[in-house]
């Protein structure tokens, strides 16, 4: 626990005590959701490198605990990973079986300065791009033309 590290910084032990396990004793949605993580925190997954390892895949393969095509692949069974880019990075154990066994988490890295709030994505303030102004002929400068045009008339033929 005792880190000498004075920077900003913040470790994030993945699942604290417990470690990166496939034994479903964490569940890393609640433990991720419970954490804080920010561009230049970094990630520590320790586990047992006989047993697991780390990859950082893709959403979708997230989802169907796809190990076949990883981003990146830690095997040393105490991997700093440095969260260098904002939105959700996607971890899961290769090993078949862990991440269908709960052994996966989905990191939502938010920007430094960003303050800690609740998770709510802000909404959109898209200006009214669709009020462009209706374009029509106008009535009036026909009228006046015709006008004129009557005018003239009466002038040459009266
Ligand atoms: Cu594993």
Excluded at 2 to 25: E, F, K, M, Q, Y
Excluded at 48 to 71: A, G, L, R, T, Y
Excluded at 109 to 129: A, Y
Aim: hydrophobic fraction near 35%; glycine fraction near 6%.
């Amino acid at each position: 626990m005792a880190l000498s590290d004075s920077s900003t910084a913040a470790h994030h032990t993945v699942g604290d005590a417990l470690g990166w396990t496939a034994a479903g004793t964490v569940d890393y949605a609640e433990w991720a959701s419970s954490n804080h993580f920010q561009t230049g925190d970094e990630l520590d997954f320790k586990y047992d490198p006989q047993f697991h390892n780390v990859m950082e895949v893709s959403s979708q393969d997230f989802k169907s605990c796809n190990s076949s095509s990883p981003i990146l692949t830690f095997t040393t069974g105490h991997d700093s990973v440095e969260l260098t880019s904002v939105g959700h990075h996607y971890y899961l154990c290769g090993i078949p079986g862990h991440c269908a066994a709960g052994q996966k988490v989905d990191i939502f890295v938010r920007s430094h300065n960003d303050s800690c709030g609740p998770s709510i994505d802000p909404p959109d303030h898209h200006s009214d791009s669709s009020s462009t102004p209706f374009v029509s002929f106008k009535p009036w400068r026909r009228t006046k033309l015709l006008d004129m045009l009557l005018l003239v008339g009466y002038a040459i033929f009266a």
